[in-house]
């Protein structure tokens, strides 16, 4: 129905929480942040933790400084990888607390060739602080095409029938803690949303980009 | 006769000269950094130590190594949002020299350490969000030539960074204000921006005889929440909590809560396709009719977690501060606090001050409170 937000998680129980997999730099031995996942004291979930952009002396890791929760893939009977289809929406809609700092935004669209893998679109989730909940609608014609967290010259729309993950991640370069409380997740169709791509897909001269 | 010569030079040296000139000096590698002596840190003083480097030889030997150590040195010198000083850095490489000449130069990365260095210079000026001008496109132009990568590179930020640097709806300037209590004051207009209504007072905790701590309060509540909190069931107790942060870029600062009784939230389970029993329509107010202003049911403050009355930082985050909090509100226009119970979820004493990055602005906050 227009104008009315169809939720893809609602973060209310344990069962929900489990759906998303929590990762921070750490994990990976490439530096010092934590994060988690939790039921917050308003019964919605909370993703917080601590923020380190300290750089392990391993000589090789240059930066750091990242914290990110993620779907998990979503299946079909026996395991079978299967995809969000949003194809009907073109709105992203997240009810969220947060603490004053910007969060990114990631959605993961499946390809076929290994070099797609770490295709992520991109957006800036801003969060106002302090007690209030505020509603973030984002088209999704906005978000950033990146590949490994580098935006790329040659950008494209998202496949919407292919959406595989969705994430949101922190790493403002502020260390510190960081708390985000989400109530919910979801989709909208605006039908006074006209834009397909937000950026500019016109041909360039040769050999100086997308090379 | 040459292996006369040869015998009286190996004689005429003593025999253990070389090993006992090692011996005697430090064994330890050396490096000269220029930026190391320099005892006041600042843009001057960095943008010297760039004109010396200019000025010391014509090749300017060793400018990509000059350059990283420079890059590592901006945040001491204070200069890492500075364009000047990135400019200056830029300036340091040869013009000309770099520009390939034929179509395999270009291809095949001409000058690949120079080219590195210079797009790791760009991507610093990227991570410290500062923005280069067409100055700084024409300068890399002449220096590395259209094909160069630090051109693309260069392309790339003026085209993705004017879209994202004033995509926030909650902006702040460009240079936050040194002064915490300035600071507490943006922070607390942006949380309380849900209700436009809202008036930001600044108390001094003076004006309680009580109170031990003499510092100052922002104190944020609208005319709306002046009313919630005058509604207050008289049985149940207010809730002081916290201390939260909000984070304005990187300075932090913590703010509390007063937090009223849950109110139920309101339901309208009517069903809008039953046509069985139709309402008149409504009139239009002062012509038509008698209709009053249609009753808002919840207000922005009313969440499920609790009413939120006030917000407010002080300048100590200290109990002592926030019970002078609630005296001063009760003061300027909530005479209902005197009845009412206020509970102080406050953990523990918080530190003796705002959590801040910055140690200046702490050390500037201590004198203020003495």
Not at chain 2, 208 to 219: F, G, L, N, P, R
């Amino acid at each position: 129905m227009l104008r009315e937000t169809d939720l893809l998680w609602c973060f209310n129980k344990q069962s929900v929480l489990d759906k998303f997999v929590t990762t921070s730099d750490s994990d990976h031995n490439e530096g010092f942040s934590t994060c988690n996942l939790e039921i917050s004291k308003a019964g919605r979930g909370l993703f917080h933790g601590t923020l380190d952009t300290r750089v392990p002396k391993d000589g090789r890791i240059k930066k750091a400084g990242y914290c990110s929760m993620r779907s998990q893939r979503i299946r079909k009977s026996f395991k079978r990888d299967a995809t969000y289809d949003w194809t009907l929406y073109n709105t992203m809609v997240l009810k969220v607390r947060g603490d004053g700092r910007s969060y990114l935004l990631n959605i993961s669209c499946e390809g076929y060739h290994d070099i797609t893998w770490n295709d992520i679109y991109h957006y800036v989730l801003f969060t106002r602080g302090g007690p209030y909940w505020q509603i973030s609608k984002i088209p999704i014609s906005k978000f950033v095409f990146g590949s490994k967290g580098r935006l790329q010259d040659k950008q494209t729309r998202m496949r919407l029938d292919k959406v595989t993950h969705f994430g949101i991640a922190c790493g403002d370069k502020i260390p510190g803690k960081f708390n985000l409380e989400i109530e919910y997740i979801g989709l909208e169709f605006d039908p006074n949303h006209e834009e397909e791509f937000a950026y500019e897909m016109y041909k360039t001269e040769k050999y100086i980009v997308g090379v | 006769m040459a292996t006369k010569i040869l015998r009286t030079f190996l004689r005429s040296k003593p025999s253990n000269y070389i090993t006992k000139r090692y011996e005697s000096k430090e064994k330890s590698l050396i490096t000269y950094d220029p930026f190391w002596n320099k005892s006041k840190k600042d843009k001057s003083s960095y943008l010297e130590v760039i004109k010396m480097f200019e000025g010391r030889d014509i090749r300017r030997r060793g400018h990509v190594e000059f350059i990283y150590a420079a890059l590592k040195q901006m945040d001491e010198f204070g200069v890492k949002k500075d364009l000047e000083a990135y400019k200056a850095l830029i300036d340091v490489l040869p013009k000309g020299k770099f520009i390939p000449t034929n179509i395999f130069q270009a291809e095949f990365m001409h000058y690949p350490k120079q080219q590195q260095c210079a797009v790791d210079l760009l991507e610093q000026m990227e991570d410290n969000g500062v923005i280069p001008d067409t100055e700084m496109e024409q300068m890399l132009l002449n220096i590395f030539g259209r094909r160069g990568i630090p051109l693309r590179k260069f392309w790339r930020m003026m085209y993705w960074m004017p879209k994202f640097k004033n995509l926030s709806p909650w902006l702040l300037p460009e240079k936050l204000p040194d002064n915490t209590l300035d600071l507490a004051k943006m922070a607390i207009q942006r949380i309380m921006s849900v209700d436009p209504t809202v008036k930001i007072n600044i108390y001094q905790t003076e004006e309680i005889e009580a109170s031990i701590d003499k510092t100052w309060i922002v104190s944020g509540q609208s005319e709306t929440q002046k009313s919630l909190l005058a509604e207050q069931n008289q049985k149940q107790p207010l809730v002081v909590k916290g201390p939260f942060d909000v984070y304005m870029r990187d300075q932090v600062v913590t703010y509390f809560t007063l937090i009223g009784e849950i109110r139920p939230e309101h339901k309208d389970n009517r069903d809008i396709d039953d046509v069985s029993n139709i309402d008149n329509p409504p009139g239009i107010p002062g012509y038509i009719g008698s209709t009053a202003i249609p009753t808002i049911y919840n207000t922005v403050h009313e969440q499920d977690d609790g009413t939120i009355v006030a917000i407010c930082a002080t300048g100590t985050s200290s109990r002592d501060s926030l019970l002078s909090w609630i005296r001063l509100l009760e003061k300027y226009g909530n005479p209902s606090l005197s009845e009412l119970a206020v509970i102080f979820t406050l953990t523990s004493p918080s530190s003796s001050d705002m959590i801040t990055q910055d140690s200046q602005v702490t050390v500037d906050d201590e004198k203020r409170a003495e």
